[in-house]
């Protein structure tokens, strides 16, 4: 079973419209992290955000926002007043604290029409 | 600051042919990963090694083999290359965190590997 499930594959909105991704994630452990990485079109993956599964306060970062909510499994990220520069391939990855490794979702492609 | 580095950025092979991706990074980290990224399927973990001496298998490992040379240095070998082989691959490292939450920290990667097989 896929460990986190980004459903939109592709979100198009125009420049200072709001958009939130999604991301549900699965796992069996009591501590966990939860990541989202951007990959804009020049192809490197840059870390955004790290959340321990204690700590289930939402966080700002400027446009930035994460609501994580243990009740329902989802991370979400919500980009206000979205740019140009946003457009990429957003993803979210889970990592359980039992073992070493990190479980991507198949990422969500955002293009900020102008 | 270099962080982890991969070569070769762009690679052409023929089918059979066989080659090695490297990946070195400078932070000290324990931890060092492989991954390949196909449209789609998002990054999907080929082998991970979580100190040096250790490599261990992920999601896709079929035609693949690694080394961990040293603490800085984690290789990715292909001997037969065939066209499903045809990615984007990266090399990342993290830090483990000790302590009560254990886990692991961030992962860093490298700047990406294309690779196209005839």
């Known amino acids: 079973a896929q460990k986190v499930t980004q459903a939109q594959t592709e979100i198009s909105v125009v420049e200072k419209e709001d958009v939130t991704l999604d991301c549900v994630y699965e796992t069996r452990d009591t501590t966990y992290y939860l990541f989202w990485y951007k990959q804009p079109p020049s192809g490197e993956l840059v870390f955004l955000i790290r959340?321990?599964?204690?700590?289930?306060q939402n966080e700002i970062s400027g446009r930035y926002s994460w609501n994580f909510q243990k009740s329902t499994s989802s991370f979400n990220f919500t980009i206000t007043a979205s740019q140009v520069v946003d457009s990429a391939v957003y993803f979210c990855a889970l990592s359980e604290a039992a073992g070493n490794q990190f479980y991507f979702g198949t990422g969500t492609s955002l293009t900020v029409i102008p | 600051n270099a962080g982890v580095t991969q070569t070769p950025k762009f690679q052409v092979l023929k089918t059979g042919q066989s080659m090695t991706l490297q990946c070195a990074q400078d932070m000290n980290h324990n931890s060092m990963y492989w991954y390949r990224q196909d449209p789609g399927m998002g990054l999907r973990l080929i082998y991970y090694?979580?100190?040096?001496?250790?490599?261990d298998k992920g999601e896709v490992p079929n035609g693949y083999n690694v080394s961990r040379l040293n603490k800085r240095e984690f290789s990715l070998r292909l001997e037969s290359a065939a066209p499903s082989q045809t990615s984007v691959y990266f090399c990342?490292?993290?830090?483990?965190?000790?302590?009560?939450?254990?886990?692991?920290?961030?992962?860093?990667f490298g700047a990406g590997s294309r690779l196209t097989v005839l």
């Open positions: 959340r321990n599964s204690f700590d289930e």
């Open positions: 090694s979580a100190s040096e001496g250790t490599t």
């Open positions: 990342a490292s993290s830090e483990l965190i000790s302590g009560v939450l254990g886990g692991a920290n961030v992962l860093t």
